[in-house]
C-alpha cells in the first residue's frame, strides 16, 4: 500500500466549476501537509501549505485537512483554464527532509 | 529574482553515454534534493544535501551520482544511462528541515 493515495483522475470541468481534488495517507507521523501544481514539462510550484486540521483559504483556493481521518483536500472556485494542470499532494513527517507525493490529479478546465 | 534554474531544459544522451545534470540555486537554501519524475507518476526522491552532508535513498540506483561543490550548485551525474532513465530530473531546494521545498523547472532526460 503506497503512503499517499491520490484520486487518479483526470478531471475535465467547464470554466466556472468547483474543483475538488483528494489524497489520502496511511502514516499518521506525517505533520505538514503540501498541494503542488505543475504545469505540462514544468517543475511543480506550491500553491498550498498547512500543517493543522480544517480549512485554510487563499485566494480561489482552499485546502481542508482532516488528521483523523487521514483525508487532505483542495478545492478551486470559479476555475478557469489557467488553472489546467496537474495537481500534486506531497506530506512531509516531523523532521524529516522527505515529501511524500501522491501520483498527481490531471485536471483540464474547459473554457 | 531568487530561484533554482536547471540547465539544461532538454538532454538527450545515448544509451550507456555518460550525462550530467545541473541545478543552481540564489536562495541560499541548505538543502538541495534531486528527483526523478516519469510520465504521469509522483517525483521519486533520488538523494539530497543538507550542507554538504549527502543523503542516499536507499532504492536509488549505483548509476546515479551526486556532488555539491558548494551552497549555490548541485550536480547529478547518470554514470551510464539506460533507457528507463528517461524522465524528468527535478531539483528543489529548502531552507531545512519540513521547510518549503522550491523547485527547479527540470531537464527532461531523452535517452537513445
Known amino acids: 500500500q503506497k503512503e499517499v493515495e491520490q484520486d487518479p483522475g483526470p478531471l475535465s470541468v467547464p470554466e466556472g466549476a468547483i474543483v475538488s481534488l483528494n489524497c489520502t495517507y496511511s502514516n499518521s507521523a506525517f505533520q505538514y501537509f503540501m498541494w503542488y501544481r505543475q504545469y505540462s514539462r514544468k517543475g511543480p510550484e506550491l500553491l498550498m501549505y498547512?500543517?493543522?486540521?480544517g480549512n485554510k483559504e487563499d485566494g480561489r483556493f482552499t485546502a481542508q485537512v482532516d488528521k483523523s481521518s487521514k483525508y487532505i483536500s483542495l478545492f478551486i472556485r470559479d476555475s478557469q483554464p489557467s488553472d489546467s494542470a496537474t495537481y500534486l499532494c506531497?506530506?512531509?513527517?516531523?523532521?524529516?527532509?522527505?515529501?511524500?507525493f501522491g501520483a498527481g490529479t490531471t485536471v483540464t478546465v474547459r473554457a | 529574482d531568487a530561484m533554482v534554474i536547471q540547465n539544461p531544459r532538454y538532454q538527450v544522451t545515448q544509451f550507456g553515454k555518460p550525462v550530467t545534470l545541473s541545478c543552481s540555486q540564489t536562495l541560499n537554501h541548505n538543502v538541495m534534493y534531486w528527483y526523478q519524475q516519469k510520465s504521469s507518476q509522483a517525483p521519486k526522491l533520488l538523494f539530497h544535501?543538507?550542507?554538504?552532508?549527502?543523503?542516499n535513498e536507499a532504492d536509488t540506483p549505483d548509476n546515479f551520482q551526486s556532488r555539491r561543490p558548494n551552497t549555490s550548485f548541485c550536480f547529478l551525474d547518470i554514470r551510464s544511462p539506460g533507457l528507463g532513465d528517461a524522465a524528468m530530473y527535478l531539483c528543489?531546494?529548502?531552507?531545512?528541515?519540513?521547510?518549503?521545498?522550491?523547485f527547479g523547472p527540470g531537464t527532461r532526460l531523452l535517452v537513445l
Open positions: 498547512t500543517y493543522s486540521s
Open positions: 528543489a531546494t529548502s531552507r531545512g528541515n519540513t521547510e518549503t521545498q522550491y
Open positions: 544535501y543538507y550542507d554538504k552532508d549527502f543523503n
Open positions: 506531497a506530506m512531509e513527517r516531523s523532521n524529516d527532509y522527505k515529501l511524500s
